[in-house]
């Protein structure tokens, strides 16, 4: 079912359309909230946050067409919101994106934490990484993180956009090449 239907239905308040979308958005929303925050109870109990804060704030949406960009966002907001309550030091993940070099320490493989120095410089380089994402056009952003981050297949990533097989390679590839050359620049700056 499109965005579109789904959002008329919860505007009718069809209880059925609410539970469409939860169903098309809960892995992204909780996969999110355990990326930023590394704890399964706490992402648990802010997906849940970030779903009322959905159907509070619907009514407000502008583009339908970026549903998934904007229950991305409601999520990252809450999540930093959420770390900022539990220990007001941390203004934003770019002060300490200790959970963003963990999951960029999964994703590599790497447990290498052989120094005080060589974290510091994942964390950095975690929260830089972030910061270019954030920065990439809405739909790259989109199929991106589904693609790398919640394992979505190029098929399911079409299905769930309504975007070509072709055109969602696009994207991915795009953002690949947006994100190898922001990345290089850091580094050769660093």
Request: aromatic content about 10%; charged content about 30%; glycine content about 4%.
């Amino acid at each position: 079912m499109q965005d579109q239907e789904i959002i008329s239905k919860i505007l009718l308040n069809d209880e059925v359309g609410f539970q469409q979308l939860i169903k098309k958005y809960q892995e992204l929303v909780f996969g999110t909230c355990f990326r930023l925050l590394g704890n399964r109870a706490d992402s648990e109990d802010l997906s849940q946050e970030v779903f009322l804060e959905v159907f509070r704030s619907l009514v407000h949406l502008k583009n339908t067409d970026d549903m998934g960009g904007w229950i991305y966002r409601i999520s990252y907001t809450k999540c930093i919101s959420y770390m900022r309550r539990k220990n007001p030091a941390k203004a934003s993940p770019e002060n300490d994106p200790e959970q963003v070099a963990l999951l960029m320490e999964n994703a590599s493989g790497e447990q290498d934490r052989d120094t005080p120095h060589r974290s510091l410089e994942q964390k950095e380089a975690a929260a830089h990484l972030f910061e270019r994402i954030d920065r990439l056009p809405d739909k790259q952003k989109r199929a991106f993180l589904m693609h790398k981050f919640e394992g979505y297949s190029h098929t399911e990533i079409c299905a769930a956009l309504g975007l070509t097989q072709a055109s969602v390679e696009s994207l991915i590839y795009r953002a690949k090449v947006s994100l190898r050359k922001s990345l290089v620049n850091y580094f050769e700056n660093y």
